[in-house]
């Protein structure tokens, strides 16, 4: 599609409703940049590379009720980024009572909602990561560019400023897709417009990647919520031979919402120890000797209280906020916000 040539935007943030949004206006013809403060895309769709495999520590699956999604995930299967998963699930009766009323449980990351055994799971292929290669396009993606102002350069334009005294831009239109609490540090000063961004709720999660040196002795593959430590902890490859499994054995814990606030600051030593009891003690079997073990810390994983809309804009719809926390602690709503997100930036600058 011709480009159109004169207008720029900026997305900031490079996970699912970044790209979704980015990849929605470049193929109308507008020119985009993406910022993206860390080395990698795909935000919480994380996967972390190891010698012997890939850990996926952030989400661990998707699922899908809009129909738009649905048919995005059956491109991405067809485009070998995504497969469907199908863990033998073990599930617990630690889960707190959802804010939706669906009685669903739900974990800090990993994305469980509705009936679960209605619904077709699907993972990024071969890791989660790869879930948004159907979004990634020409577009340029500056990768390790962490924006912390927004300055108004006319009243039509906007420039960026990051961390490292780096300035890009002018854009005609920028669109925020970090985490709500970082989206308001950089969205407060431009207008009053962006302050219901702070009613938005965002629960932390520890998530270990610990590695036995041999299979874990359990007859399932993934634990919902069994314990008050734990929301969920997952064997990070897909097998249903239980008895020829790989080794080393790779598993995701990822802990409460509770327990990652009491626990938020402790170091990662004293989380690895704690989760991995934790573990032993709802498998109920001995821990295999570690291979490895890493922790990361998800200050913003999992939204508790939406925005409650698609997206909030503001400086004359030049300025978007969006992200799976305008609309729930789903996948499938940071696509859906993204989306909308670059359909207000189209409607406001090509009418």
């Not at 239109?173 to 219901?196: C, D, H, K, W």
């Amino acid at each position: 599609m011709p480009r159109t040539s004169n207008v720029n935007i900026a997305v900031i943030g490079a996970g699912m409703a970044g790209l979704k949004a980015a990849s929605t206006l470049h193929r109308t013809g507008i020119n985009v940049t993406v910022l993206e403060k860390s080395r990698g895309l795909g935000g919480r769709l994380a996967s972390r590379r190891t010698e012997f495999g890939h850990f996926n520590h952030g989400a661990q699956y998707v699922t899908a009720r809009h129909p738009g999604f649905n048919a995005f995930l059956q491109e991405a299967t067809e485009f070998n980024a995504a497969q469907n998963w199908s863990p033998n699930l073990h599930r617990g009766t630690s889960a707190p009572t959802s804010s939706s009323g669906t009685g669903a449980a739900l974990s800090p990351i990993a994305r469980h909602v509705g009936n679960l055994a209605e619904e077709a799971w699907y993972q990024g292929a071969p890791q989660m990561n790869k879930l948004i290669r159907p979004l990634v396009d020409s577009f340029p993606i500056q990768k390790q560019h962490r924006i912390i102002g927004i300055e108004p350069a006319t009243a039509q334009s906007f420039m960026l400023h990051d961390d490292l005294d780096g300035s890009y831009g002018p854009f005609d239109g920028v669109i925020v897709t970090a985490p709500a609490p970082q989206a308001a540090e950089l969205l407060r000063p431009l207008a009053p417009r962006f302050g219901p961004i702070d009613e938005v709720i965002m629960a932390p999660c520890w998530a270990v990647m610990a590695a036995f040196e041999k299979p874990l002795p359990t007859g399932f593959d993934a634990m919902l919520y069994p314990s008050s430590e734990i929301s969920w902890a997952a064997r990070s490859t897909q097998s249903n031979d239980m008895f020829h499994r790989r080794t080393p054995d790779p598993w995701v814990l990822h802990a409460s919402p509770e327990w990652s606030r009491a626990h938020l600051e402790d170091d990662k030593e004293r989380v690895i120890e704690k989760l991995l009891a934790a573990l032993r003690d709802v498998s109920s079997v001995k821990l295999p000797e570690l291979h490895s073990v890493q922790a990361h810390r998800w200050r913003y994983a999992r939204t508790e209280v939406p925005l409650g809309k698609s997206q909030l804009n503001g400086m004359n719809g030049r300025v978007i906020a969006a992200g799976d926390w305008c609309l729930g602690a789903r996948v499938e709503s940071a696509w859906r916000s993204g989306q909308s997100a670059a359909h207000t930036m189209i409607e406001t600058l090509l009418g």
